[in-house]
């Protein structure tokens, strides 16, 4: 594979965003776009990349997207993508790639963070689940019941899109925030109402549990961050360029081979062939370029967020977004 490609864990709990009461008219400072460094002068670069079970390494290593590594990248697994944003805010990483939320709340709370590249899933995957058995049979039914969500996850914005939509608010139901893997186990013991949550959990509850989907996300976005200490440091920067254009190239490998995918995916996060099947056909992300389209959603749920008083103030999101590696991204036909 690679140049000493190395692995480390790094499992954080709960990530609680206290976000700080961040005016529009000030947002982050800006950052300079340094020369560009020939990958042939970053052999003592090391790349410090979060990543979340069967995510970017996963992938990546699959398609063989590492061999030839002009850099070094270290990976830290963390359970889900708030705690992403705040380890790259403490510099502890350079790079993640998380939901669509995650980036929103760290822009609330201002963190020296910028959107670099953003995916389209569609958002088949991410669904509000109950009970097969449940009287529940619409979102509006949830009016006074407990909702599992992992908060300042993409399926917080989801579960909020649905209740706005229905004419509810979260007074209006009550949200217990859980990591995924804790929700599994409470949701499949009998606790909680609803469960709203991501691949390959929903695959997995679907084919295990007997369960029914309320609800699919409207905003299917992912999104690679980086660091501001990452952007603007020259090796580091582009060092990043190149990591980008190997896991789009990846992703497209992943859209083409979509079998040879599931069944490495299910190898390294320890799924069933059929649950990992599921998962990944639901899951699969085309990249596209970081445009005012784009831009716009995220501030939707922005302001979402703050209407439901999830968070003091909706930033200017557009401020946390560094459009520098879209023309990289075009000309490598990624």
Request: overall charge positive.
């Amino acid at each position: 594979m690679g140049r000493f490609v190395f692995r480390v864990g790094l499992v954080l709990g709960v990530a609680l965003f206290a976000p700080a009461c961040v005016s529009r008219s000030l947002g982050p400072q800006l950052i300079g776009v340094p020369a560009a460094v020939p990958l042939s002068e970053l052999a003592a670069v090391t790349l410090q990349v979060g990543d979340q079970k069967g995510g970017t390494e996963a992938l990546l290593r699959a398609a063989n997207a590492l061999d030839n590594l002009p850099y070094k990248i270290t990976f830290s697994t963390f359970t889900s993508g708030p705690p992403q944003i705040e380890a790259l805010t403490a510099g502890k990483i350079d790079f993640a790639i998380t939901g669509n939320t995650p980036p929103v709340f760290g822009a609330a709370a201002n963190s020296k963070t910028r959107v670099v590249a953003a995916w389209d899933g569609a958002a088949p995957g991410e669904q509000i689940l109950v009970r097969a058995n449940s009287p529940i049979t619409t979102v509006h039914d949830l009016a006074g019941k407990t909702i599992l969500v992992a908060r300042g996850s993409a399926a917080h914005a989801n579960v909020l899109e649905h209740l706005a939509d229905n004419g509810l608010k979260p007074k209006d139901v009550k949200l217990v925030f859980l990591q995924p893997a804790d929700a599994l186990s409470a949701f499949a013991n009998g606790q909680g109402d609803a469960w709203v949550v991501w691949e390959p959990y929903t695959a997995q509850a679907e084919l295990t549990l007997k369960v029914r989907n309320l609800g699919n996300a409207e905003n299917g976005y992912w999104f690679g961050s980086a660091s501001t200490r990452a952007l603007t440091d020259p090796k580091r920067n582009s060092a990043l360029a190149d990591l980008l254009i190997r896991y789009e190239r990846a992703a497209r490998w992943a859209r083409t081979n979509p079998a040879q995918w599931a069944a490495k995916y299910g190898k390294a996060v320890g799924l069933k062939p059929e649950i990992a099947a599921l998962a990944q056909s639901r899951q699969v992300r085309q990249p596209v370029p970081l445009d005012d389209k784009v831009v716009s959603a995220e501030q939707r749920l922005a302001d979402l967020f703050a209407a439901a008083d999830q968070m003091p103030e909706a930033p200017d999101f557009v401020k946390w977004v560094d459009r520098r590696f879209n023309s990289v991204l075009a000309a490598s036909g990624a």
